[in-house]
């Protein structure tokens, strides 16, 4: 399940712009790793040290830091200082229950945004928020643990493939943010397939499990939708607010990318009043399900009934030496057939009358 | 049903602007239809090269050129070069998930919309992406297979009816959405024909297979509306942003597109509220169904479980030799007729009390 | 009921600005009825020939021009060439699914709005379209049958009352209108009495009937509402944009009917929010019916089955020769008493209990 | 109950601008007061004459006349031709059913609101139209019957309080606005309170008029909503557009007032989810009511069924002298008590299976 | 639980400016703590005089007085007069069911906003009102209780931390309106966990005091909702218009504050989602629930009815004597065995069957 961001409560109390990690606490090493190229040649770095990235900060080619690891805030502080970021920033960077946002500062533009991953044991959707730090030569990218969907933009870089070599900050930026966005592409087709999957189900044999499995589709697109949605905002100020760092080149590219986001969100709405349609189907063929067995066996009650009634009759003790009124049935030659006769006939008669009637 | 598109997955995780074809792949042969003309005359061809195209790229007359099956990306690949088009609208032609949108460069808009066909035979709505790049010069369209609704412009503009042939290549492309949108009215009425015999047959006898119609509706609904709601984003800012590409001679005639397809999204919503005032009818009318079934059973219960107790109160065995208490009816002269009578009575009775109370 | 304005599916693969007439085809006769009028004089005219109509087009004075029958395609054409009006103009008059909507001509506007009656025999609302052409010294309005509202308006131009014969064309389109909106409130209020019915039939004997009059009203009320939104956009417009054809002097009368527009609107909002409250009144009251039935049923049953049981013990044939403790109880001289004692006592003391619990 | 404001259908064909009085046709006198006051003094007078009201309309004072009663149409309109009003102002106070609105005239601004009145007797609410004139030394009040909530200022004016004597008109006129929308608060809490009772009936003793009572709040939500809704709109446009009769001394005083009128709505909107709650609590809490007593009626018969069929067994008559293998038991010595146990033990044994799995 | 802010129907009928406490009555004293403070120093004070706060009004250091108890209507509008705010402002301080909004005047800034507690005896979320009114060297602070979340800025300002005692008295509201909105975040996380235990519940035993609980959280959900909704366009409109009193330095915080208030309402949303769709868990859950019990009586009694006939058949009295043809299985060798034989295949016989339709 993608885990309900909460709320920041850490955080109350404490001055505003105190820097506090509010994710997950895990033990690994900090990782950063630093990538520097220009249109001639690409340099690929990993450390665990600050020092090193405090080198790139004023070189003129793109400089591209991704840190893996918030839990060691100091060093992450460190870092931010050595790029002079503002506190308000690195307060941002650590609390990572961030809505996508765009902050427009004098020396940089932080945006931040939240990556998706389907987990493919526990089927749940997990989600990491993800950092943009853009200068004019350098971009710093902050995740909360390894492991990314940035691969691809590396090997880009390394093989000098496409224009990526040949373009700026913003346009890495760009190209890792519409990683991030394809990457939901790949969530919502793994919902996709779960959905068709559920919806076999709810024809062939509808359980409980379905129930809280909707339920649970439900949660995700509602808990997804709350991430993506202000995406979009973001994604379209970048596009209209003319800022500096945003080269008016990569426009086009942004508007591609705000067109990608329109398509996720367009997606998640359409999954959603899917979800709903299959909760109105689920509810309908259980009671349909239910109301079927009952009325069978209603049914069913409904003619042994009457013979019963008969077979009671017949039982009763009054004296036919008294009276030859009192049940005189009891003696004749062909009584017990009669009886039984009768109650073929009443209990098919009602078979009848109810497959005349259509109810079952 | 109109197939879910699918966000476009297979793109993660490669360049922006890298063409990859995500429709079906079908093995049918690349179709390339040019169409050149001006007031004086119109040419018609046919061809699988897509050097015949280039040809007519800098002609000052009309021209034309529509591509059916995207499946062949190198072909598609190449006319697009040819015609200078940016690796994003190459992309965009080729991912056929697109939502309708208008992208505005330097030398061509490009347009992209949906067009939807009834399938006779299966009774789901098809759909299919179409690409317009509409230059000074030229129209290129692009469709996933062959079969459209443009023949009757074909035979417009050779026949030299209307105006076509006097107007320039927005004309043309205006024509063409308008047949586009025209189409879906057509679907429309299609479904509405779908949702008159659904209706009657909510009133005469709802089953499940009803139920199932109608989400289907309901869903087929949602997909309508998910492709057609941006078209009118689309069309509004052809009418609105100053294109070059597009004179302001056929201003009045984007206005009337424009009311198109309101009206086409008016009557989606008018057919979604529809649906869904069946559905509250269906669920209403089958719980009905199944409350009247019990009720009957249940009053025939009702009536007969007090005559079998009366029935077995005299199976009772007292023993009437040890006391004249003990269930004198038995000997009585008229015991049994007295206890037969005493059902009916009890009987019809109850029947009379229920009919009072208009339980029946 | 409203028929539910098909789409025009008969105009796909027509080259725009075909004129098709889409309404129901009647075989009555054209009627053209001329009205010529200014402060000194009114003419009045009635005519089945087209020619008479040219006669006013370029007369100072006021002139309004009423068709009562498109299905005369060919003689509303002639007219509309003869007033030199746009081909897309043509279309729409005889196309009579449009929305309400204002289309600005360089020599004239065309509005499209749509007349609502509420037919006395059959209970249901016909809807109708009027166009209305406004030139400078002329107005066209057209309907697709004869019987309007427009009666009152002729008298109150006969008899010179109020500032009719002193105002323009302008005035008259909007006294016009006026007299559609108003009857629109006419419609309502039969509405809201079929509402009042509807609801007491709902507290006194709700049937499944009472189910389709709802179903039946809320999708007039969808219906209505689909007509009679956009007129507001309509009327908002012809107040705010400049058009050369309405004077700025009945600007205050175009405020009011934007008024009652919104009225109108508001109204049936209201009237859908009441159905839909009506809806869940019913489901409940049925479903309440259902319980209250079922539940005197299944206390009756529950009174009666442990008294069976009783009489069913005593209806065993244990054998009191071989034993003392083989039914004692049959033998004794209280024996029968006792039995029927029991009954009563149990069955009273449910009675009770269930009264108790206040499950009756 | 609110009476739903009827559409004003007998207007329906006439010219606008027709004055036809829509409101109940009362049979009271019409009472005109008029209060004239500046910083020095204040006269008090009440009249039935129109001649009186005329005196004042010069007058540099600032002059307010209070009329009660509509339906003396003739009188109505002669004060509104004395004082000059537009045609259509004369039809819109008349006309009782009139959405809250601002219109702007030349010589005088015409506001009409709302006064809504919480009946103690049958616990209805009240609604009554009331129009302001609002002239640069005058202002017109009409209102529909005798009884308002302006008492309050009349007393202000005469003891001087505050700074009303100090302002013009056009404090007066937010004076009087600002105690009706004051009066919503009132209204508001009665139905808050009603509310309250509501909800402990429902945890309490749900009945079948708690849901009537449901349905009767719901409905005055949204008609009490139609009324204040456009009330919104109107203080805005107060606020907003530069009205000569107002002066921007009292602006702060409107933006208070606009405070109020959003607070009235948001408490609407809170009342109608609450509402809409306390439905689903209704249902949800009737429905497991039912369910209870189902639940325990078959369990009930469920432990009886299998007793009576034991019972069953031992009432057969096989021939136990035919055969030492019918029915033995019928001539154990312990046959009766041990058929009784039995009885006893499969009982007993049932209630504790039903308890282990929870079902009562 | 929120006490739903009642609407201030005391005021009805009182001059606009006239000051009344409509919060609860609480009998404690008031209590001033003032705090004046610059970049040098900063001193602490905590009176009960309202003549005190007279002294700091014109001191050029920030002075920052916080009053708690507005019961002591005499006391607050004294000091309300010392600092010379409008009467409005002192309505809307002592009103404490105002919406949050800001007001501009010429010499202060009015801001009002309320403050959420989540009582950990109750389990239920209090709100108070707390007014700020900022001017250049003054900020005042009114709350209707003691107990608040600003001791942490006073421990701030004491001890010099972080950039406070640099900044004017726009950062000192800015910080308080911060560990207000931060508040919000406590209390939600507090709500975030009791849906958590509310979810497990749900699944493993849902109960009526489950519905009660979803219910009384959908309506705390509503009541938050409606105090922190308008906490939006008020800083927003902060942000906005360009306020003397507020300086641009900080206006980066105030986006920081604003995207704060975006998220709490983020949260908000969600979680009514999620309850929600909780609603529809437990509604179908005991639905469920309850379907299974019926559907395992109800076959439980399918099973025991035909049973019974089979024992009624042989408990008929039909004389054997009579007629050979007269029930011979009561005369027959195995005739009991045979009987309960027949019995046991007619019940395995059903049992099986209802298996085979996965009845159970």
């Not at 945004?113 to 004019?136: A, P």
């Not at 939901?184 to 499990?209: A, H, I, R």
Request: glycine letters at 6%; a negative charge; one cysteine or more.
């Amino acid at each position: 399940m993608i885990s309900l961001s909460r709320p920041s409560a850490l955080k109350a109390g404490l001055p505003p712009g105190t820097p506090i990690y509010t994710g997950g606490q895990t033990e690994t090493e900090i990782n950063i790793s630093i990538v520097d190229y220009d249109k001639e040649k690409a340099t690929f770095l990993t450390s665990q040290k600050i020092e090193d990235c405090a080198l790139y900060k004023d070189k003129s080619t793109v400089t591209w830091i991704n840190i893996d690891g918030l839990h060691h805030v100091n060093l992450v502080e460190k870092l931010c200082s050595c790029f002079e970021l503002h506190p308000l920033t690195v307060e941002d960077i650590l609390n990572t229950t961030q809505r996508p946002k765009v902050d427009v500062f004098d020396d940089y533009v932080y945006l931040v945004l939240r990556m998706h991953h389907h987990n493919e044991e526990t089927g749940e959707i997990n989600s990491e928020q993800v950092s943009f730090v853009l200068g004019k030569t350098f971009l710093l990218t902050f995740q909360e643990t390894a492991g990314d969907s940035f691969d691809s933009v590396r090997i880009r870089i390394k093989q000098d493939k496409g224009r990526i070599r040949k373009m700026g900050t913003d346009y890495l930026a760009y190209v890792l943010m519409d990683s991030i966005v394809d990457n939901y592409f790949t969530v919502l087709e793994k919902v996709g397939e779960d959905m068709e999957v559920l919806e076999d189900e709810l024809v062939e044999k509808p359980s409980t499990e379905t129930m809280q499995t909707i339920h649970f589709m439900k949660r995700e697109m509602i808990l997804l939708r709350k991430s993506i949605w202000p995406l979009r905002d973001m994604v379209s100020s970048l596009r209209r607010d003319e800022i500096p760092q945003i080269s008016p080149d990569i426009s086009m590219f942004l508007n591609d990318l705000y067109d990608h986001t329109i398509q996720v969100m367009d997606t998640i709405e359409t999954y959603r009043d899917m979800i709903s349609g299959m909760l109105d189907i689920y509810l309908s063929s259980i009671s349909n399900r239910m109301n079927e067995i009952m009325k069978v066996l209603t049914l069913f009650a409904a003619i042994f009934i009457p013979l019963t009634f008969i077979a009671g009759i017949y039982g009763m003790n009054f004296n036919a030496e008294k009276s030859p009124l009192n049940m005189p049935e009891l003696g004749w030659y062909y009584g017990y057939p009669f009886a039984l006769g009768l109650m073929a006939v009443v209990g098919v008669g009602m078979l009848i009358y109810f497959k005349t009637r259509k109810w079952f």
